[in-house]
């Protein structure tokens, strides 16, 4: 797959949670910003638009705690 913005990233995310405060200050996870429940919603989206698998390793609070980390983690999914 060809490189993906952090543009598309938000665009995946707020279609999963629309609620969620994807660019709130603080840690999305640690700071209660979205619940397990989103991250649920957010890596089922995320696997369709990308065409990738989440290992269950890599479902842990600090993949999830910014977009930041989320991009990095699809990044990094979408390399191997």
Do not use: C, H
């Amino acid at each position: 797959m060809e490189d993906f913005t952090m543009d598309e990233l938000l665009e995946v995310l707020k279609r999963a949670v629309p609620k969620g405060d994807w660019l709130a200050e603080g840690d999305l996870v640690d700071d209660g910003i979205i619940d397990s429940i989103d991250i649920i919603s957010a890596i089922a989206e995320i696997t369709d638009e990308f065409d990738i698998k989440i290992p269950s390793d890599e479902m842990k609070n600090e993949n999830f705690n910014s977009v930041q980390a989320i991009y990095d983690l699809v990044a990094r999914l979408l390399e191997d």
